[in-house]
């Protein structure tokens, strides 16, 4: 059962444009959620978290919404740029072997922003 | 800055052979994971470390097993391949198992099993 789903395989917005990724979630144990960005042949690579506490966070040109009764996440990129092209995961954090919490990982959205 | 290393960036091998996958992170991190991602499924975790000789079984650990003899060295092994084990698989690394903990990720293996 997929516990962290991304809807949207795909996403195509214009340069400029925002860019709205979504992602729900269904186990309530998740306490911290992050987005992690990759390019083709390339590991993810981190961008943004939030913690189950807050619902919004921000930094530059993305900011992350979180609203908990919904289950729901949000990626925004304002403005969007070409080299955002790449692939985003949402992913949730809860307790994995004893006190150590490992990540559950949404199937991701390929994002392109065309110039 | 982080650096999480694989040994191969492609693989090619044939069903039955034994594959070791290896990663090494150079910045004393205490977990270490081992994740395989597909078209259409994400990244999906198969197991993970946070500690020497210490692992736990991920979400697909079927077919796999680990090793983890030194702190920056965390090995994936496929026992005997298998055509359902072409994939792309990925090494990561945390500083320890805390809510916030950011993993690092390696660049990948891509795994062919003919």
């Known amino acids: 059962d997929q516990q962290v789903k991304q809807n949207s395989p795909s996403l195509s917005v214009q340069e400029g444009r925002i860019s709205i990724l979504n992602c729900d979630y269904t186990n309530s144990m998740f306490d911290y959620f992050l987005w992690y960005k990759k390019y083709p042949a390339e590991g993810p690579t981190f961008l943004i978290s939030i913690s189950s506490i807050k619902d919004k966070n921000e930094d530059g040109r993305f900011t992350v919404f979180l609203n908990k009764s919904a289950k729901h996440l949000s990626l925004h990129i304002v403005p969007s740029q070409p080299g955002d092209s790449a692939v985003y995961f949402c992913a949730a954090s809860a307790r994995g072997g004893g006190s150590n919490y490992k990540l559950t990982f949404g199937k991701g959205t390929l994002l392109t922003v065309n110039p | 800055d982080v650096k999480v290393t694989q040994s191969s960036r492609y693989l090619v091998k044939r069903t039955g052979e034994k594959v070791f996958l290896e990663c090494v992170q150079d910045m004393d991190h205490e977990n270490m994971f081992w994740y395989r991602q597909d078209p259409g499924l994400g990244l999906r975790l198969i197991y993970f470390?946070?500690?020497?000789?210490?692992?736990e079984k991920g979400d697909i650990p079927e077919g796999y097993s680990v090793s983890r003899e030194k702190k920056e060295r965390f090995s994936l092994i496929l026992e005997s391949a298998s055509t359902n084990q072409t994939s792309m698989y990925l090494c990561?690394?945390?500083?320890?198992?805390?809510?916030?903990?950011?993993?690092?990720f390696g660049p990948g293996t891509r795994l062919t099993v003919l």
């Open positions: 990561a690394s945390s500083l320890s198992g805390a809510l916030t903990d950011t993993q690092y």
């Open positions: 470390s946070y500690d020497v000789k210490m692992k």
